[in-house]
Structures are given as C-alpha cells and as structure tokens.
C-alpha cells in the first residue's frame, strides 16, 4: 500500500531517534533527556501509542496541540508515577476515586477531576479539569520514576484520524515532528480505559473502556 511505502521511507530518515524496548536498556533514561530539553517523545502503553512532553513545558504542550490538529478547547491527560501526584495536580477528590486507584490502577482508569493550580491552564481546555492516569506499560514506569515531572498522554495520532497500537500504522506526519521514538513489538490492548469523571458531587462513567460497569457498581452504589 502507497502509505506504508511512504512511512517505511520516512522512517528510514529517522532511525536516529528509534528505539526499540527493551533492546535498549537505557531507553528511559534517554526518553527523560528528550523531556528535558523540551522535546516531543512517541511512547507504548498497554493501549494505543501516545505522545509525550512535560506537562509544565508550555511550548511543548502547545507543538503536540499543533501537530495533531487539536482544538485547544480539548484537555489533555496526564501521566503521573504515583497516587500521591493525584494531590498535587488535582483537587476536590472524590474519597471513592482513592478506593478505585488502589483497586483498578495502573492502567486501566483515567480519573477526571478538577485541576489544581499547578496544572497549566492549556492542559485543562480551559475547563479547569484534567484527567490522571498511572501507566501500567513497564516503559512508561520506569521513565516516570526518572523524569521530574508528569506527562501527557494523549494519543499518537492526527485529532479525528484513528489510533494505533502498531508501531508501522503511526502517522509519518507526527513521527517527523517528534525528536525521540519507543518502539514495542508488543502490540497494545486495543480497547481504551475507561473514563470516570466527578463533577459537581457526582460521579460519572464518561467512558467504558477496560473495566466494565459492572465491576465499578459495588463502588459506585
């Protein structure tokens, strides 16, 4: 097919800035260094590829709205290594969100909450929520417990267009843009986790994903 043509070539300009894990062992340490200086990394997780930046690099943040065409009225979710982060860039916490954390994490929920003052603004959409998740992909823990701060973790693809969890269906257009690439040849969990939200004193299932109704209702009677 002409497009994996045209990505098998574009790749080949960027071998540079691939690498494959676990093959390379200093993989996060070398993902923490692209962080740092600002850059833009394409990760694995246990579901589709994402994309990273510091979430307190606004400049950062503002090329991965610019590269995959998203309206800026999207909030972005974030990375954290731990539940303790969850205080730190949120606030309000619904005390059931702490009981379904230790259960369902890492990986499988994403918690949206009201964002706390040291969340940038841009991250939240302006809506002044921003969704938390602890990654289960082994990558994504190690690289979190070495860089400083949390990431984002939205997906690797163009806003509208599909997301993959293969790493020959990325996008050519981001993989130029981007200055580092983790490659998995395990392919991810194609289904999403699921989204909980609590607003307003309520709580809500945004999105079925990996854990189903059923098994948050003993939670959420």
């Known amino acids: 097919m002409k497009w994996q043509k ?6 080949k300009n960027f071998q540079f800035k691939i690498v494959e894990y676990k093959k390379d062992t ?6 923490a260094h692209i962080l740092e200086k600002g850059g833009l990394i394409i990760f694995p997780t ?3 590829y994402g ?7 606004v400049t950062s943040v503002k090329k991965i709205y610019e590269i995959k065409k998203r309206a800026l009225n999207k909030p972005l979710l974030i990375l954290i290594k731990n539940i303790a982060e969850v205080e730190k860039y949120c606030v309000n916490i619904p005390q059931i969100f702490f009981e379904l954390m230790k259960t369902f994490w890492p990986g499988d ?21 921003i969704g938390v998740r602890i990654p289960a992909h082994p990558f994504l823990n190690e690289l979190l417990n070495i860089f400083k701060n949390p990431i984002t973790g939205t997906s690797a693809n163009i806003s509208g267009n599909h997301a993959t969890d293969t790493f020959e269906e990325l996008d050519p257009d981001l993989v130029k843009e981007v200055q580092f690439i ?3 040849n395990k392919p991810g969990n194609k289904s999403p986790s699921t989204i909980l939200e609590a607003s307003k004193g309520e709580i809500k299932i945004i999105r079925e994903g990996r854990v189903k109704e059923k098994d948050l209702k003993k939670f959420l009677i």
């Open 6 to 11: 045209k990505l098998k070539k574009r790749q």
């Open 182 to 184: 983790i490659k998995s």
């Open 109 to 129: 929920i994403t918690f949206i909450m009201d964002a706390s003052d040291n969340v940038p603004q841009i991250l939240t959409g302006n809506t002044g929520k």
């Open 26 to 31: 200093f993989a996060p340490e070398k993902a």
């Open 46 to 48: 246990n579901g589709v």
């Open 51 to 57: 994309i990273g930046a510091d979430i307190h690099n």
